[in-house]
């Protein structure tokens, strides 16, 4: 089965911390992504959630060594803030057809077995 996972930005917050890079105080952005899986049969949103501190003005990621206390502090609030999509799966149409197709061969072996039953007598 081919999955294709992909990451579906949340929420985007500007902060107003200076950059650990360039020292701008106008740059800095932490995006929260979560992560969408989309199959034939189905899409999905999990509960993996990934977070990224990306300064504009230098146009470099700042990770989370390069943090100071300012930006932590602000980042810890903003993850508390932060209500992720629920998680959820949708079937897509080849689903619904296999699920159709597979209670149609049940109730085909269910009523084989009731007509052999009722030929043969059993008790």
């Not at 932490?30 to 990224?52: A, P």
């Not at 903003?78 to 959820?88: D, N, W």
Request: proline share 4%; aromatic share 12%; charged share 25%.
């Amino acid at each position: 089965m081919n999955k294709q996972y992909k990451h579906i930005t949340v929420k985007e917050v500007l902060l107003k911390n200076n950059c650990p890079e360039c020292y701008s105080n106008d740059g800095l952005q932490l995006t929260f992504k979560q992560r969408f899986i989309e199959t034939i049969f189905y899409k999905s949103i999990t509960n993996d959630i990934k977070h990224i501190l990306l300064c504009k003005t230098c146009d470099s990621i700042i990770y989370p060594v390069q943090w100071d206390e300012h930006i932590e502090r602000v980042f810890e609030y903003q993850k508390r803030a932060f209500v992720p999509k629920k998680a959820s799966r949708q079937f897509k149409k080849p689903a619904y057809l296999i699920f159709a197709l597979l209670g149609i061969a049940i109730v085909a072996v269910i009523v084989t077995l009731l007509i052999y039953k009722k030929i043969i007598n059993l008790p």
